[in-house]
Nanobody
Framework: QVQLVESGGGLVQPGGSLRLSCAAS????????MGWFRQAPGKQREFVAG???????NPADAVKGRFTISRDDASNTVYLQMISLKPEDTAVYYC????????WGQGTQVTVSS
């Protein structure tokens, strides 16, 4: 089995920053793509950003220029640096890792409010 554990969520004021982390552990041979989705109350889960094993990234248009995804393969960790946060970024953020199948984290709450 593969487990993903997220951290770094919380409450932040509009314009603030947060950094999410997601560490994978367990029976891992190779991690291919990694990334993040989010789900706001009453809305469908939406793609935020992904990163390939080679380091290519593809952030969603809604976060482009504000969110940066990166990964550290030595620690099987993917990060999401978020700046200039807006109230509409409020959601539960879920990380994923493609290990031959898609493993998901449990989610971490991000709330942007004054």
């Amino acid at each position: 089995q593969v487990q993903l554990v997220e951290s770094g969520g919380g409450l932040v004021q509009p314009g603030g920053s947060l950094r999410l982390s997601c560490a994978a552990s367990g029976r891992i041979v190779t991690i291919y793509d990694m990334g993040w989705f989010r789900q706001a109350p009453g809305k469908q889960r939406e793609f935020v950003a992904g990163i390939t094993r080679e380091g290519s990234t593809n952030p969603a248009d809604a976060v482009k220029g504000r969110f940066t995804i990166s990964r550290d393969d030595a620690s099987n960790t993917v990060y999401l640096q978020m700046i200039s946060l807006k109230p509409e970024d409020t959601a539960v953020y879920y990380c994923y890792a493609d290990v031959g199948w898609r493993a998901w984290g449990q989610g971490t709450q991000v709330t942007v409010s004054s």
